[in-house]
């Protein structure tokens, strides 16, 4: 769940992710003003995601049998030996992209850069990943989108992150959309 706290016209807008192996991503979004949750369809995946250079699609899991990889070389990327791996949807999916390329870290196995391509095979988005060290798993800190497009950006930082806190999982449900927290 994220709650947006900031800025004074987003306060209160709440969205949830519940993440899948076997389908698609739910996504739900709490929109105060409305006084409504919208379930954010297949459809819809493409739109932007509060206005920012991310779409829904950039915010959900890859399923692993939607997509046909290759692995295209190895190159250092800011000091790292990456693998480079091109993926490909499969045709019966959905998606805003024709293909990505990821510079993938070859020993921890996590994304630091993508490049995503749009339907007609033109570079559409730069996307950058930084990771901070929290009980010594990598989580994620940073993301930043350059749409290269519409020549903008968007950086998402993730800050105040606790791991290991007895959050029940009953709370990851959108009749808690609704509830700021304290």
């Known amino acids: 769940i ?4 900031s800025p004074a ?3 209160g807008v709440a969205f949830l992710k519940i993440e899948h192996d076997d389908k698609d991503d739910e996504m739900r979004m709490w929109l105060p003003a409305f006084k409504k949750i919208r379930r954010i369809s297949a459809k819809k995946r493409s739109d932007s995601f509060m206005g920012s250079d991310m779409s829904y ?13 290759s692995l295209i070389g190895q190159e250092v990327y800011d000091s ?5 791996l091109k993926s490909f949807p499969k045709e019966h999916i959905r998606t805003e992209y024709s293909h990505h390329v990821t510079w993938v870290d070859s020993a921890l196995l996590i994304p630091l850069k993508e490049e995503s391509y749009d339907k007609s ?3 559409l988005k730069e996307k950058y990943f930084s990771y901070t060290i929290i009980k010594e798993y990598q989580i994620l800190s ?3 989108v350059t749409n290269l497009q519409k020549n903008h950006s968007t950086t998402l930082n993730f800050e105040n992150i606790e791991l290991d806190t007895g959050v029940e999982d009953d709370l990851f ?3 808690y959309l609704k509830r700021l927290p304290k």
């Open 80 to 84: 790292v030996y990456c693998h480079l």
């Open 121 to 123: 095979g033109k570079l």
């Open 2 to 5: 994220i709650w947006f706290l």
């Open 142 to 144: 940073k993301v930043h």
């Open 9 to 11: 016209d987003d306060k």
């Open 173 to 175: 449900h959108e009749r």
């Open 57 to 69: 699609e950039d915010l959900s899991s890859r399923q692993l049998n939607e997509f046909k990889f």
